[in-house]
Structures are given as structure tokens and as C-alpha cells.
Nanobody, 126 residues
Framework: QVHLVESGGGLVQAGDSLRLSCTAS????????MGWFRQAPGKDREFVAP????????YYADSVKGRFTISRDNAKNMIYLQMDTLKFEDTAVYYC???????????????????WGQGTQVTVSS
């Protein structure tokens, strides 16, 4: 079992930046492909960005491309999501997820992620 914990959410104004963090207790995140997802009120949970085990492969949803950056520091057992130029429509609960699967392409599908954190709220005021 992997217990993921997100942090870094908050209330910001449109145009501001936030950095979300994700870590796991008692597990080494370097053994997992990781991803960030988000869920806005009344909407399904959607893919934001995945990152491979070594960090050499990333991918972004069109809605965040050019504004968000996913990264990882395996030595610190941390995954990050740098969010710049935030928009009102970025308001959501953001979730960190871990996948045990190996893939030659970044993993985007929710069912391919085995472990999920509890989420951190990001609210962007317009």
C-alpha cells in the first residue's frame, strides 16, 4: 500500500502561481510512474500531467500545457506540480496518483493508477 499526501493548495488570484507537492510515507516513489489529476465541483476527475519513474518523460493536458510543470525529486521522495498563470477554471481538488505499470508513453488513464492521495484544494479567484 502506498499512502500519498499532497500539500501546497490554497486560495490565489488569477495570474498567480502555486506549487503542489506530493510525497509518500514508507514507500519509495521512484518505483512508480506518477501523475496529477484534478476534480472540479460537479465534474469528473481529469488528467493533468504524468511523469515517468526517472522524470525523463512528461505530458500535459491541453488545458494546462505551457502553464504547469510536473517534476520529481526521487532523492527527496517528492513529486511537484508547478502551476503558473493560474486561471479561474483551474479551481479544483488536485490529486497525486501512483502507477505500478511500466509504459513507454506517459500514463494518462485513471484506471492505470493504483494509489491516490486525499487531494489538496486549489481555488483561483477571478
Amino acid at each position: 500500500q502506498v499512502h500519498l499526501v499532497e500539500s501546497g493548495g490554497g486560495l490565489v488570484q488569477a495570474g498567480d502561481s502555486l506549487r503542489l507537492s506530493c510525497t509518500a510515507s514508507a514507500r519509495t516513489l521512484r518505483n512508480y510512474d506518477m501523475g496529477w489529476f484534478r476534480q472540479a465541483p460537479g465534474k469528473d476527475r481529469e488528467f493533468v500531467a504524468p511523469i515517468s519513474r526517472t522524470g525523463d518523460r512528461t505530458y500535459y493536458a491541453d488545458s494546462v500545457k505551457g502553464r504547469f510543470t510536473i517534476s520529481r525529486d526521487n532523492a527527496k521522495n517528492m513529486i511537484y506540480l508547478q502551476m503558473d498563470t493560474l486561471k479561474f477554471e483551474d479551481t479544483a481538488v488536485y490529486y497525486c496518483a501512483a502507477s505500478i505499470y511500466y509504459s513507454s508513453v506517459p500514463i494518462q488513464a485513471k484506471p492505470d493508477y493504483n494509489y491516490w492521495g486525499q487531494g489538496t484544494q486549489v481555488t483561483v479567484s477571478s
